[in-house]
C-alpha cells in the first residue's frame, strides 16, 4: 500500500469490534489518524484508540453515537470534522436481525436496520462530502446483496441499497473523491454450516484480513483509478 500522509485522516464507523476494529488497525499501522465511532462498545473503542495512539504514535478519538437517530450522522460528521477533518471514510456500522417475510414481528427491527446500516452511512458521507476534504470512501456491503437471503430480507435490502448509492456517489463525486465498497463473503469466526462452505468455490470461509486489505487498499492511492466499483471478497460465492 503507498505510504499514507501525516494529514490523512480516517473515520470508521463500527469501529469498536470485529471487522471496523480490524480495519482501525490496520490503517493506524498505514498511517492514518483515526475517528473511531462506536455505539454499543464504546469501551472497547475507547481501549483501542489508546492502544492506537501508544503503538502507532497517532491521534486516535472516539465518537459515540446511536445511528438509528437520524440525527446522530450529522452530529457525527460535525464533531469529527472539528477535531480532525477526515479525508477518508469507512462505513462498517450495521445490525443483523432476521427479518422473514412471513413474520410480521420480525419487521419491528426493519426502520431501524434501514437507518442504522444504509441511510446512517448515506447521511454521513453527504455530510463530510460537505466539511471535509474527503478524498476516499468504502462501503461496507455484503456479497449477497444481489441474491436472496429470506431469512435477513431487510438487512439484505439495505446493503443492495448501499452498492447502488455507490454508483450514483462515485458519478456525483468524481473527480475530486472516490467512492467504493467492499462486498465480504462468511467471514471466518461467525457461524458457518458446512452446506454454506460446500458452496464457496475456494471451499473455506473469507479472511478477516483479506477484507481489511481490500478496504485499505481502496482508500489507498494505488487504487486511484477505481471508483463506483463493488469488490467483492467472497472466496467465489457470488459465482456459486
Not at 96 to 103: A, G, H, L, S, V
Not at 134 to 161: C, E, M, N, Q
Request: aromatic fraction near 6%.
Amino acid at each position: 500500500m503507498v505510504p499514507t500522509p501525516a494529514t490523512s485522516t480516517l473515520l470508521v464507523t463500527g469501529a469498536g469490534t470485529g471487522l471496523g476494529a480490524a480495519i482501525a488497525r490496520a490503517a493506524a499501522s498505514a498511517g492514518f489518524h483515526l475517528a473511531l465511532h462506536a455505539h454499543r462498545h464504546v469501551e472497547a473503542a475507547a481501549k483501542l484508540a489508546a492502544e492506537l495512539e501508544e503503538t502507532c504514535g497517532l491521534s486516535a478519538q472516539v465518537f459515540p453515537g446511536d445511528l438509528a437517530d437520524p440525527l446522530a450522522s450529522f452530529a457525527l460528521a460535525e464533531e469529527v470534522c472539528r477535531w480532525r477533518p477526515p479525508t477518508h471514510f469507512v462505513a462498517n456500522a450495521a445490525v443483523f436481525p432476521k427479518t422473514q417475510i412471513d413474520n410480521l414481528a420480525s419487521w419491528r427491527h426493519a426502520d431501524t436496520t434501514f437507518s442504522i446500516n444504509c441511510l446512517s452511512a448515506m447521511r454521513t458521507f453527504a455530510a463530510l462530502r460537505s466539511h471535509a476534504p474527503l478524498r476516499s470512501a468504502v462501503f461496507i456491503t455484503d456479497a449477497r446483496a444481489a441474491g436472496a437471503w429470506p431469512d435477513h430480507s431487510v438487512y439484505l435490502a439495505t446493503k443492495a441499497a448501499l452498492e447502488s448509492f455507490v454508483r450514483s456517489a462515485a458519478v456525483a463525486c468524481a473527480p475530486a473523491l472516490r467512492v467504493n465498497a467492499v462486498a465480504p463473503g462468511p467471514i471466518e469466526g461467525t457461524p458457518l454450516s458446512e452446506r454454506l462452505l460446500a458452496r464457496l468455490p475456494q471451499g473455506r470461509a473469507v479472511s478477516q484480513a483479506a477484507v481489511v486489505a481490500a478496504t485499505l487498499w481502496l482508500l489507498s492511492d494505488e487504487a486511484d483509478s477505481v471508483t463506483g466499483h463493488v469488490l467483492r471478497v467472497d472466496g467465489g460465492r457470488s459465482l456459486a
